[in-house]
């Protein structure tokens, strides 16, 4: 079984930047499909980012386009999500996730077959 943990979060300005890494461990990482989800206080999960085993394909939600950016080596076995141009509404608890049942443009509205989640990691961005 997969472990993933966060790390990177943090406080910054509206504007700046940050980048976020997934380190997983437990199996060999490189077969799952990876992603990345937030939840904002008081709101639902919100999908970001996902990314194919081989780091060949990614896929983003409309919303995401543009500013996030999500990478993969496998020969670490971390995931990264680089987030840029922040706003304050991108402030939330980011969360990485790992699968092998869900194609990368499903892992939005299939997040019930993610196998693995990690503890997450606050990210906040002040106006």
């Known amino acids: 079984q997969v472990q993933l943990v966060e790390s990177g979060g943090g406080q910054v300005q509206a504007g700046g930047s940050l980048r976020l890494s997934c380190a997983a461990s437990?199996?060999?990482?490189?077969?799952?499909?990876m992603g990345w989800f937030r939840q904002a206080p008081g709101k639902e999960r919100e999908f970001v980012a996902s990314?194919?085993?081989?780091?060949?394909?990614?896929y983003y939600p409309d919303s995401m386009k543009g500013r996030f950016f999500i990478s993969r080596d496998n020969a670490k076995n971390t995931v990264y999500l680089q987030m840029n141009s922040l706003k304050p509404e991108d402030t939330a608890v980011y969360y990485c996730?790992?699968?092998?049942?869900?194609?990368?443009?499903?892992?939005?509205?299939?997040?019930?077959?993610?196998?693995?989640w990690g503890q997450g990691t606050l990210v906040t961005v002040s106006s």
């Open positions: 996730t790992a699968g092998k049942k869900v194609l990368v443009q499903d892992m939005g509205r299939l997040s019930n077959l993610l196998e693995a």
């Open positions: 437990g199996v060999t990482a490189g077969t799952y499909a």
């Open positions: 990314i194919n085993w081989s780091g060949e394909i990614t």
